[in-house]
């Protein structure tokens, strides 16, 4: 059983390889006749799938056709050239043509995972007895679409991180005149507002004291989207150390949970010839 649906993979597999530049299936430098091909992106590009899903080790997940170090060397070159970062961004923006991303209501949250073993944006977990732990603060529109994350250490607060949250906006273009950031109690302090009236936005924060349920506003849209990555066990419990894999596997699923929602949107408006014979 693939590990997404051939209706989600193919298309994110046909926008990636437009992404990758022209290789030889030979290494320029090794004389013929003493060398292997090059392994297939497309092989490699299949088992970051199953790396994000899985949440395996690179061992665990390699076999005959590609090694671990392939995996990984694959993986630092895609990083370096910037085609995770440059796919969500085209899914970001294939979805703002078709569906419209809505940006006049956003959501911004913290939530905290595992990081055994720890790393460069690793802390001390306040809720899981000082084991080493990652927060991410996510900012969505208000249907839920991944706009961008900042990841830090578990044992920072939510609120220091907001200003550099709300920086990822201007990585989206132009934006509506007014906009709406749904915070939760956490966020409630000047410092906040402070934050919020510099860059002209208007909040709608849950008091603290003050007991409300969640849909009582449209901040439900982040703790889904939060849901939806933890699904992806790599981000759930997060085994990389450098902070650039992570935000690698993060964009990765950004683009997987960007993509996937565009198509489900699109099915009962839109016609092509891979649309799913269900509305997935």
């Given at each position: 059983?693939?590990?997404?649906?051939?209706?989600?993979?193919?298309?994110?597999?046909?926008?990636?390889?437009?992404l990758?530049?022209?290789?030889?299936?030979?290494?320029?430098?090794?004389?013929?006749?003493?060398?292997?091909?090059?392994?297939?992106d497309?092989?490699?590009?299949?088992?970051?799938?199953?790396?994000?899903?899985f949440g395996?080790?690179?061992?665990?997940?390699?076999d005959?056709?590609?090694?671990?170090?392939?995996?990984?060397s694959?993986?630092?070159?895609?990083?370096?050239l910037?085609?995770?970062?440059?796919?969500?961004?085209?899914?970001?923006?294939?979805?703002?043509r078709?569906?419209?991303?809505?940006?006049?209501?956003?959501?911004?949250?913290?939530?905290?995972?595992?990081?055994?073993?720890?790393?460069?944006?690793?802390g001390?977990?306040?809720?899981d007895r000082?084991?080493?732990g990652l927060?991410?603060?996510?900012?969505?529109?208000?249907?839920?679409?991944?706009?961008?994350?900042?990841?830090?250490?578990?044992?920072?607060?939510?609120s220091?991180l907001?200003?550099?949250t709300?920086?990822?906006?201007?990585?989206?273009?132009?934006?509506?005149?007014?906009?709406?950031?749904?915070?939760?109690?956490?966020?409630?302090?000047?410092?906040t507002?402070?934050?919020?009236g510099?860059?002209?936005?208007?909040?709608?924060?849950?008091?603290?004291?003050e007991?409300?349920?969640?849909?009582?506003?449209?901040?439900?849209?982040?703790?889904?989207?939060?849901?939806?990555?933890?699904a992806?066990h790599?981000l759930?419990r997060?085994?990389?150390?450098?902070?650039?894999?992570?935000?690698a596997?993060?964009?990765?699923?950004?683009?997987?949970?960007?993509?996937?929602?565009?198509?489900?949107?699109?099915?009962?408006?839109?016609?092509?010839?891979?649309?799913?014979?269900?509305?997935?």
């Amino acid at each position: 059983m693939p590990v997404l649906p051939s209706w989600l993979t193919e298309p994110l597999w046909d926008q990636f390889a437009v992404l990758l530049p022209e290789r030889s299936e030979y290494h320029p430098n090794h004389p013929p006749g003493c060398h292997r091909r090059r392994i297939s992106d497309r092989i490699v590009f299949d088992r970051m799938l199953q790396l994000l899903r899985f949440g395996c080790s690179y061992e665990a997940i390699a076999d005959t056709t590609c090694s671990a170090t392939t995996i990984r060397s694959r993986r630092d070159e895609w990083i370096q050239l910037g085609v995770f970062a440059r796919l969500k961004q085209i899914a970001l923006d294939s979805y703002d043509r078709i569906a419209g991303l809505i940006l006049d209501q956003i959501a911004v949250d913290g939530s905290i995972t595992k990081a055994p073993g720890g790393g460069e944006v690793a802390g001390r977990s306040p809720v899981d007895r000082g084991k080493q732990g990652l927060k991410r603060s996510g900012m969505t529109d208000g249907y839920g679409i991944p706009l961008g994350r900042v990841l830090a250490g578990a044992n920072r607060h939510d609120s220091p991180l907001l200003a550099r949250t709300l920086d990822r906006l201007d990585e989206l273009g132009p934006l509506p005149d007014d906009i709406t950031v749904h915070l939760d109690a956490g966020y409630d302090s000047d410092k906040t507002r402070a934050v919020l009236g510099e860059r002209g936005l208007r909040s709608r924060i849950a008091h603290k004291g003050e007991k409300a349920p969640i849909q009582a506003s449209q901040r439900w849209h982040v703790e889904r989207t939060h849901a939806w990555q933890n699904a992806f066990h790599r981000l759930a419990r997060c085994y990389e150390r450098r902070a650039v894999v992570g935000d690698a596997f993060f964009d990765l699923a950004d683009a997987v949970i960007t993509v996937r929602s565009l198509i489900r949107r699109a099915w009962t408006t839109h016609r092509w010839d891979e649309r799913p014979d269900r509305r997935p």
